[in-house]
T-cell receptor, first 119, second 113 residues
Protein backbone atom coordinates (compact mmCIF):
# COMPACT_ATOMS: atom_id res chain seq x y z
CA UNK A 1 0.00 0.00 0.00
CA UNK A 2 1.12 3.58 -0.67
CA UNK A 3 2.20 5.96 2.08
CA UNK A 4 0.36 9.26 1.76
CA UNK A 5 1.02 12.50 3.59
CA UNK A 6 -1.00 15.69 3.65
CA UNK A 7 -0.16 19.26 4.60
CA UNK A 8 -1.39 20.99 6.60
CA UNK A 9 -2.88 18.53 9.05
CA UNK A 10 -5.27 21.21 10.26
CA UNK A 11 -5.93 24.90 9.83
CA UNK A 12 -8.29 27.60 11.00
CA UNK A 13 -9.07 30.15 8.32
CA UNK A 14 -11.07 33.31 7.94
CA UNK A 15 -14.09 33.58 5.71
CA UNK A 16 -13.24 34.69 2.17
CA UNK A 17 -9.69 33.38 2.17
CA UNK A 18 -8.29 30.35 0.33
CA UNK A 19 -6.31 27.35 1.52
CA UNK A 20 -4.18 24.98 -0.55
CA UNK A 21 -3.85 21.41 0.70
CA UNK A 22 -0.95 19.28 -0.44
CA UNK A 23 -0.95 15.53 -0.95
CA UNK A 24 2.30 13.61 -1.38
CA UNK A 25 2.54 9.91 -2.23
CA UNK A 26 5.65 7.77 -1.81
CA UNK A 27 5.16 6.03 -5.16
CA UNK A 28 3.96 6.95 -8.60
CA UNK A 29 0.22 6.61 -9.03
CA UNK A 30 -2.03 7.35 -11.94
CA UNK A 31 -5.25 8.21 -10.17
CA UNK A 32 -5.62 10.44 -7.15
CA UNK A 33 -8.89 11.40 -5.52
CA UNK A 34 -9.97 14.24 -3.29
CA UNK A 35 -12.74 13.73 -0.73
CA UNK A 36 -14.54 15.87 1.79
CA UNK A 37 -16.02 14.67 5.07
CA UNK A 38 -18.29 17.25 6.62
CA UNK A 39 -19.03 16.95 10.35
CA UNK A 40 -21.09 13.84 11.05
CA UNK A 41 -21.29 12.98 7.37
CA UNK A 42 -19.88 10.40 5.05
CA UNK A 43 -16.94 10.86 2.71
CA UNK A 44 -17.95 12.62 -0.49
CA UNK A 45 -15.82 12.54 -3.62
CA UNK A 46 -14.91 16.02 -4.85
CA UNK A 47 -12.87 15.16 -7.92
CA UNK A 48 -10.55 12.69 -9.58
CA UNK A 49 -7.12 14.00 -10.54
CA UNK A 50 -5.10 12.24 -13.20
CA UNK A 51 -1.64 13.45 -14.12
CA UNK A 52 -1.55 15.23 -17.45
CA UNK A 53 -5.25 15.95 -17.70
CA UNK A 54 -7.86 18.20 -16.15
CA UNK A 55 -9.45 17.00 -12.95
CA UNK A 56 -12.91 15.49 -13.23
CA UNK A 57 -15.35 17.00 -10.75
CA UNK A 58 -18.37 15.34 -9.20
CA UNK A 59 -21.82 16.84 -9.23
CA UNK A 60 -22.00 19.78 -6.86
CA UNK A 61 -18.30 20.62 -7.05
CA UNK A 62 -16.76 23.11 -9.48
CA UNK A 63 -13.24 23.97 -10.51
CA UNK A 64 -13.54 27.63 -9.51
CA UNK A 65 -14.26 26.64 -5.93
CA UNK A 66 -11.92 23.63 -5.70
CA UNK A 67 -9.07 24.04 -8.21
CA UNK A 68 -6.80 21.00 -8.35
CA UNK A 69 -3.26 20.61 -9.61
CA UNK A 70 -1.54 17.35 -10.50
CA UNK A 71 1.95 18.28 -11.68
CA UNK A 72 3.43 14.78 -11.45
CA UNK A 73 2.64 11.19 -10.47
CA UNK A 74 3.39 11.64 -6.76
CA UNK A 75 1.84 15.00 -5.88
CA UNK A 76 -1.43 16.91 -6.01
CA UNK A 77 -2.95 20.00 -4.45
CA UNK A 78 -6.53 20.96 -3.70
CA UNK A 79 -7.39 24.60 -3.10
CA UNK A 80 -10.52 25.56 -1.20
CA UNK A 81 -11.31 29.03 -2.52
CA UNK A 82 -13.27 31.92 -1.05
CA UNK A 83 -14.04 29.87 2.02
CA UNK A 84 -17.21 30.04 4.08
CA UNK A 85 -18.06 28.24 7.35
CA UNK A 86 -19.86 25.58 5.27
CA UNK A 87 -16.45 24.52 3.93
CA UNK A 88 -15.40 23.39 7.41
CA UNK A 89 -14.61 19.73 6.82
CA UNK A 90 -11.92 17.12 6.74
CA UNK A 91 -10.35 16.98 3.29
CA UNK A 92 -8.70 13.72 2.27
CA UNK A 93 -6.71 12.59 -0.70
CA UNK A 94 -6.53 8.99 -1.76
CA UNK A 95 -4.85 6.88 -4.39
CA UNK A 96 -5.85 3.75 -6.18
CA UNK A 97 -3.80 0.72 -5.31
CA UNK A 98 -3.92 -2.86 -4.26
CA UNK A 99 -3.41 -4.42 -0.87
CA UNK A 100 -2.14 -7.62 -2.44
CA UNK A 101 -4.64 -9.64 -0.45
CA UNK A 102 -6.53 -12.47 -2.06
CA UNK A 103 -9.72 -11.47 -3.86
CA UNK A 104 -8.84 -7.78 -3.53
CA UNK A 105 -8.04 -5.24 -6.19
CA UNK A 106 -8.14 -1.52 -6.71
CA UNK A 107 -8.61 -0.43 -3.15
CA UNK A 108 -8.16 3.22 -2.34
CA UNK A 109 -5.62 4.25 0.25
CA UNK A 110 -6.14 7.48 2.12
CA UNK A 111 -3.98 10.20 3.54
CA UNK A 112 -4.44 11.32 7.15
CA UNK A 113 -6.69 14.21 6.16
CA UNK A 114 -6.65 17.98 6.63
CA UNK A 115 -9.09 19.33 9.20
CA UNK A 116 -10.27 22.75 8.06
CA UNK A 117 -12.24 25.14 10.23
CA UNK A 118 -13.57 28.32 8.65
CA UNK A 119 -14.60 31.12 10.99
CA UNK B 1 -29.88 10.19 -2.66
CA UNK B 2 -27.86 8.00 -0.31
CA UNK B 3 -26.88 5.00 -2.40
CA UNK B 4 -24.98 3.32 0.42
CA UNK B 5 -26.58 3.27 3.85
CA UNK B 6 -25.43 2.23 7.26
CA UNK B 7 -28.52 2.46 9.38
CA UNK B 8 -26.84 1.90 12.72
CA UNK B 9 -24.80 4.95 13.71
CA UNK B 10 -23.30 3.14 16.66
CA UNK B 11 -22.73 -0.33 18.07
CA UNK B 12 -21.40 -1.49 21.43
CA UNK B 13 -20.02 -4.99 21.89
CA UNK B 14 -18.32 -6.87 24.67
CA UNK B 15 -14.70 -7.86 24.11
CA UNK B 16 -14.46 -11.39 22.74
CA UNK B 17 -17.92 -11.33 21.24
CA UNK B 18 -18.87 -10.94 17.61
CA UNK B 19 -19.41 -7.49 16.08
CA UNK B 20 -21.75 -7.33 13.10
CA UNK B 21 -21.86 -4.16 11.06
CA UNK B 22 -24.46 -3.82 8.35
CA UNK B 23 -24.65 -1.93 5.08
CA UNK B 24 -27.34 -1.64 2.42
CA UNK B 25 -27.06 -0.27 -1.09
CA UNK B 26 -29.51 0.72 -3.77
CA UNK B 27 -27.44 0.90 -6.96
CA UNK B 28 -27.51 -2.47 -8.73
CA UNK B 29 -24.48 -1.41 -10.81
CA UNK B 30 -22.19 -1.65 -7.78
CA UNK B 31 -19.89 -4.63 -8.27
CA UNK B 32 -17.21 -4.17 -5.64
CA UNK B 33 -17.60 -3.46 -1.96
CA UNK B 34 -15.10 -2.40 0.66
CA UNK B 35 -14.94 -1.81 4.38
CA UNK B 36 -12.78 0.88 5.91
CA UNK B 37 -11.90 1.59 9.51
CA UNK B 38 -11.27 5.12 10.70
CA UNK B 39 -9.68 6.28 13.91
CA UNK B 40 -9.99 9.93 15.00
CA UNK B 41 -7.52 12.26 13.30
CA UNK B 42 -6.52 9.59 10.80
CA UNK B 43 -7.60 8.76 7.28
CA UNK B 44 -9.71 5.67 6.60
CA UNK B 45 -7.77 2.41 6.51
CA UNK B 46 -8.74 -0.32 4.08
CA UNK B 47 -9.94 -3.42 5.89
CA UNK B 48 -11.46 -5.96 3.54
CA UNK B 49 -13.29 -6.10 0.24
CA UNK B 50 -15.55 -8.37 -1.78
CA UNK B 51 -16.42 -8.65 -5.42
CA UNK B 52 -20.00 -9.11 -6.52
CA UNK B 53 -19.14 -12.53 -7.92
CA UNK B 54 -18.56 -13.80 -4.40
CA UNK B 55 -20.76 -13.97 -1.33
CA UNK B 56 -18.09 -14.22 1.34
CA UNK B 57 -14.54 -13.12 1.90
CA UNK B 58 -12.56 -13.84 5.03
CA UNK B 59 -9.34 -12.31 6.32
CA UNK B 60 -8.34 -13.29 9.82
CA UNK B 61 -10.90 -12.01 12.31
CA UNK B 62 -12.78 -10.13 9.60
CA UNK B 63 -15.39 -11.64 7.28
CA UNK B 64 -17.53 -9.78 4.81
CA UNK B 65 -20.78 -11.29 3.55
CA UNK B 66 -22.60 -10.10 0.45
CA UNK B 67 -26.26 -10.77 -0.32
CA UNK B 68 -26.81 -9.37 -3.79
CA UNK B 69 -30.50 -10.14 -3.97
CA UNK B 70 -31.07 -8.13 -0.80
CA UNK B 71 -28.44 -5.53 -1.74
CA UNK B 72 -26.95 -6.02 1.69
CA UNK B 73 -23.49 -6.63 3.04
CA UNK B 74 -22.20 -7.13 6.51
CA UNK B 75 -18.85 -7.15 8.27
CA UNK B 76 -18.28 -9.66 11.03
CA UNK B 77 -15.45 -9.20 13.50
CA UNK B 78 -14.78 -12.14 15.76
CA UNK B 79 -13.49 -12.05 18.39
CA UNK B 80 -13.88 -8.31 18.91
CA UNK B 81 -11.01 -6.51 20.59
CA UNK B 82 -10.85 -3.07 22.25
CA UNK B 83 -8.49 -1.93 19.47
CA UNK B 84 -11.32 -2.50 17.00
CA UNK B 85 -13.13 0.51 18.45
CA UNK B 86 -13.39 2.93 15.53
CA UNK B 87 -15.79 4.20 12.91
CA UNK B 88 -16.42 1.69 10.13
CA UNK B 89 -17.43 2.79 6.66
CA UNK B 90 -18.71 0.56 3.92
CA UNK B 91 -18.10 1.69 0.36
CA UNK B 92 -19.14 0.53 -3.05
CA UNK B 93 -17.88 1.02 -6.57
CA UNK B 94 -18.88 0.15 -10.10
CA UNK B 95 -16.61 -0.54 -13.03
CA UNK B 96 -19.00 1.45 -15.18
CA UNK B 97 -18.32 4.52 -13.02
CA UNK B 98 -14.56 4.31 -13.11
CA UNK B 99 -14.16 2.65 -9.73
CA UNK B 100 -15.24 5.76 -7.83
CA UNK B 101 -16.13 4.95 -4.25
CA UNK B 102 -19.50 5.78 -2.72
CA UNK B 103 -19.36 5.69 1.05
CA UNK B 104 -21.93 4.99 3.71
CA UNK B 105 -22.35 7.27 6.71
CA UNK B 106 -20.38 5.06 9.06
CA UNK B 107 -21.01 3.03 12.20
CA UNK B 108 -19.12 3.81 15.38
CA UNK B 109 -18.08 0.55 17.05
CA UNK B 110 -17.19 0.50 20.72
CA UNK B 111 -15.70 -2.72 22.10
CA UNK B 112 -16.01 -2.85 25.88
CA UNK B 113 -13.22 -4.58 27.81
Amino acid sequence: SAVISQKPSRDICQRGTSLTIQCQVDSQVTMMFWYRQQPGQSLTLIATANQGSEATYESGFVIDKFPISRPNLTFSTLTVSNMSPEDSSIYLCSVLGTSGRAHSYNEQFFGPGTRLTVL
Amino acid sequence: DQQVKQNSPSLSVQEGRISILNCDYTNSMFDYFLWYKKYPAEGPTFLISISSIKDKNEDGRFTVFLNKSAKHLSLHIVPSQPGDSAVYFCAASAKSSGDKLTFGTGTRLAVRP
